[in-house]
């Protein structure tokens, strides 16, 4: 399995281009994130989804949005890219269920630069 | 807010020594807190989950204690090896189960 696939990679973006993050998981699970880790800093929820369907804000949503049309894919847009957003990228999944809740598998990160 | 703190300095240990890292919360509870592990260029990966009715768990080298009185979980991987040269994550549930909060990581080196 794959499990959780990220693209792209790395990106570089210009000053109020938009763009959007992929994330595709191969592995049925109901729950997806996305965070943001900046150096020497934790990893920052940026939006979640519990279902298709369903997304909800989490500490630092101002200047993205997602969508979660399916159970498998969680794009992340970034509509207005500003030099603040300039960050790694991380989308995650996970399975909830009573004994063994919300461990995360997490993809390899977008690195993303502004300039 | 909630707030996560783990040891700011990096950590270097002696190849075979116990290595401690140390996860602090405040204004908070959580039902349960994980420990993840992170590599340069790479996403976090799931280590060890304890549960707020947990003392101790352990898998291999590693174990995890969670004292919900002091807020604090400490993370010990024994016998420790270069390879276990990495970033260390701890992270706790929010209130619904829904969202994580994560600390700002222990960078451990183990010098051979």
């Known amino acids: 399995n794959a499990g959780v696939t990220q693209t792209p990679k790395f990106r570089i973006l210009k000053i109020g281009q938009s763009m959007t993050l992929q994330c595709a998981q191969d592995?049925?699970?109901?729950?997806m994130y996305w965070y943001r880790q900046d150096p020497g800093m934790g990893l920052k929820l940026i939006y979640y989804s519990v279902g298709a369907g369903i997304t909800d804000k989490g500490e630092v949503p101002n200047g993205y949005n997602v969508s979660r049309s399916t159970t498998e894919d969680f794009p992340l847009r970034l509509e207005l890219a500003a030099p603040s957003q300039t960050s790694v990228y991380f989308c995650?999944?996970?399975?909830?269920?009573?004994?063994?809740?919300?461990?995360?598998?997490f993809g390899a990160g977008t690195r993303l630069s502004v300039l | 807010s909630q707030k996560i703190e783990q040891n700011s300095e990096a950590l270097n240990i002696q190849e075979g020594k116990t290595a401690t890292l140390t996860c602090n919360y405040t204004n908070y509870s959580p039902a349960y807190l994980q420990w993840y592990r992170q590599d340069p260029g790479r996403g976090p990966v799931f280590l060890l989950l304890i549960r707020e009715n947990e003392k101790e768990k352990r898998k291999e080298r590693l174990k995890v204690t969670f004292d919900t009185t002091l807020k604090q979980s400490l993370f010990h991987i024994t016998a420790s090896q270069p390879a276990d040269s990495a970033t260390y994550l701890c992270?706790?549930?929010?209130?619904?189960?829904?969202?994580?909060?994560f600390g700002t990581g222990t960078s451990l080196t183990v010098i051979p």
């Open positions: 992270a706790l549930d929010g209130h619904t189960g829904n969202q994580f909060y």
């Open positions: 592995m049925n699970h109901n729950y």
């Open positions: 995650a999944s996970s399975y909830s269920r009573d004994g063994a809740k919300n461990i995360q598998y």
